[in-house]
């Protein structure tokens, strides 16, 4: 073994038990406390000790993808579940048998112990657990991306079809108080002037002098009622391009910078850096065939689909989290449009018709019954005088 020690800490419930259920679990380092890993999932309707048992296996799997060497601790508030894991009581329901074996399966014997917490210190599991709960409740499919533990690559999650409300129009009824996204293109970069690839996995460039003055002047615009509410939260892509613009937002709104790799932008592979006329004349086939067909990556990238996916999951969790609230989420241009075409229930190729400026704004509504509006798209009067023209 490596030495490495771990802790897993999880939870899962229903509500009505059984009912619509959920799981969510974490895995940190047990040295520095640093959050390695996040698993949440909306398992429809079980029992809370399924749930629970859920939570435990996502978390072990998890640990399992960072080091399947370690030592790991699991800490949960399920006595229950920590009795039976650590071999004092017996596994008598029939429905919690095999999800025990799974669990035990996980690590070879002997690298795993089980301690119990109250449910006051278990609570960021616990808060993804009621996450999940929310999102089991409304019908709507969530579940954090993964790695497959058969194959040891990323899973591919099912095609899930969209909670649909049917045809509405917008305003004219009363479904419930909307979720307001407010979508930053973070602000302007040296690739921006460029128009080159900036994905995922390239340079990861901050923001240019003109770009830090976009995002100042985004939280200015935000913060003197831009939107009908306050925001209540500021999420963000880890890159720091949209740190940089998230923390100016979020400064002006005296609010904290949630990161989320879901929103993250796409990775462009071998494209990375790299203008379209350079990639045209290297890839002239694989550019066109990832223009037409959005389940077609870049050599060594992230297609479309997939992107499209991460996102919804994103989207999803924000509508669990924040129900009639509303959040700005900064981010870039791929994971915007995604966004939009969700909102427009358009088609992959919406992506690449969306104009979205540096420091634009982008204002999104969901309804409670599957119903969306986009209320605003590429919104610059905030940026008079220092956006730059003709960026897309």
Same mark, same amino acid.
């Given at each position: 073994?490596?030495?490495?020690?771990?802790?897993?800490?999880?939870?899962?419930?229903?509500?009505?038990?059984?009912?619509?259920?959920?799981?969510?679990?974490?895995?940190?380092?047990?040295?520095?406390?640093?959050?390695?890993?996040?698993?949440?999932?909306? *398992?429809?309707?079980?029992?809370?000790?399924?749930?629970?048992?859920?939570?435990?296996?996502?978390?072990?799997?998890?640990?399992?993808?960072?080091?399947?060497?370690?030592?790991?601790?699991?800490?949960?508030?399920?006595?229950?579940?920590? #009795?039976?894991?650590?071999?004092?009581?017996?596994?008598?329901?029939?429905?919690?048998?095999?999800?025990?074996?799974?669990?035990?399966?996980?690590?070879?014997?002997?690298?795993?112990?089980?301690?119990? *917490?109250?449910?006051? *210190?278990?609570?960021?599991?616990?808060?993804?657990?009621?996450?999940?709960?929310?999102?089991?409740?409304?019908?709507?499919?969530?579940?954090?991306?993964?790695?497959?533990?058969?194959?040891?690559?990323?899973?591919?999650? #099912?095609?899930?079809?969209?909670?649909?409300?049917?045809?509405?129009?917008?305003?004219?009824?009363?479904?419930? %108080?909307?979720?307001?996204?407010?979508?930053?293109?973070?602000?302007?970069?040296?690739?921006?002037?460029?128009?080159?690839?900036?994905?995922?996995?390239?340079?990861?460039?901050?923001?240019?002098?003109?770009?830090?003055?976009? %995002?100042?002047?985004?939280?200015?615009?935000?913060?003197?009622?831009?939107?009908?509410?306050?925001?209540?939260?500021?999420?963000?892509?880890?890159?720091?391009?949209?740190?940089?613009?998230?923390?100016?937002? %979020?400064?002006?709104?005296?609010? #904290?910078?949630?990161?989320?790799?879901?929103?993250?932008?796409?990775?462009?592979?071998?494209?990375?850096?790299?203008?379209?006329?350079?990639?045209?004349?290297?890839?002239?086939?694989?550019?066109?065939?990832?223009?037409?067909? @959005?389940?077609?990556?870049?050599?060594?990238?992230?297609?479309?689909?997939?992107?499209?996916?991460?996102?919804?999951?994103?989207?999803?969790?924000?509508?669990?989290?924040?129900?009639?609230?509303?959040?700005?989420?900064? @981010?870039?241009?791929?994971? *915007?449009?995604?966004?939009?075409?969700?909102?427009?229930?358009?088609?992959?190729?919406?992506?690449?018709?969306? #104009?979205?400026?540096?420091?634009?704004?982008?204002?999104?509504?969901?309804?409670?019954?599957?119903? @969306?509006?986009?209320?605003?798209?590429?919104?610059?009067?905030?940026?008079?005088?220092?956006?730059?023209?003709?960026?897309?």
């Amino acid at each position: 073994m490596t030495g490495r020690r771990l802790v897993v800490e999880a939870d899962g419930g229903s509500r009505g038990n059984p009912g619509p259920a959920g799981y969510g679990a974490l895995v940190k380092d047990a040295v520095t406390g640093e959050l390695l890993a996040e698993r949440a999932e909306a *398992i429809g309707r079980e029992t809370n000790n399924v749930a629970e048992y859920r939570g435990l296996i996502a978390g072990l799997e998890a640990a399992r993808e960072i080091d399947p060497e370690a030592r790991v601790e699991v800490r949960m508030d399920s006595k229950l579940v920590v #009795e039976q894991m650590s071999g004092r009581w017996k596994v008598k329901h029939p429905s919690m048998q095999p999800l025990a074996l799974r669990a035990r399966a996980v690590f070879p014997p002997g690298q795993v112990s089980f301690s119990w *917490i109250p449910r006051e *210190i278990n609570k960021h599991a616990d808060r993804l657990a009621n996450e999940a709960m929310d999102a089991a409740a409304r019908g709507t499919t969530w579940v954090a991306p993964g790695l497959s533990p058969e194959r040891g690559e990323p899973a591919q999650p #099912e095609p899930v079809q969209e909670p649909r409300a049917g045809s509405r129009l917008v305003g004219w009824d009363d479904p419930g %108080a909307p979720t307001t996204t407010v979508l930053v293109r973070h602000g302007e970069t040296a690739h921006t002037v460029a128009k080159v690839f900036c994905g995922r996995d390239g340079l990861d460039p901050g923001l240019t002098e003109r770009g830090r003055a976009q %995002a100042a002047a985004v939280g200015r615009a935000l913060a003197a009622g831009f939107t009908d509410d306050a925001p209540v939260a500021v999420v963000c892509s880890p890159l720091r391009r949209a740190r940089e613009t998230a923390d100016e937002v %979020a400064a002006a709104l005296g609010l #904290e910078v949630r990161v989320d790799d879901a929103f993250v932008e796409a990775s462009f592979g071998q494209w990375d850096g790299l203008g379209f006329a350079a990639v045209r004349e290297r890839w002239p086939a694989e550019l066109q065939a990832w223009l037409d067909d @959005s389940a077609v990556a870049p050599p060594g990238g992230e297609s479309l689909d997939q992107v499209h996916r991460r996102v919804r999951l994103g989207r999803d969790k924000l509508l669990a989290r924040y129900p009639g609230r509303t959040v700005v989420v900064v @981010s870039h241009v791929t994971p *915007i449009g995604q966004l939009t075409r969700l909102a427009l229930d358009a088609p992959p190729a919406t992506v690449y018709r969306v #104009e979205l400026s540096p420091g634009s704004l982008h204002v999104l509504r969901w309804w409670p019954d599957g119903g @969306s509006s986009v209320r605003a798209l590429n919104a610059t009067t905030h940026l008079a005088g220092i956006a730059a023209p003709d960026f897309v």
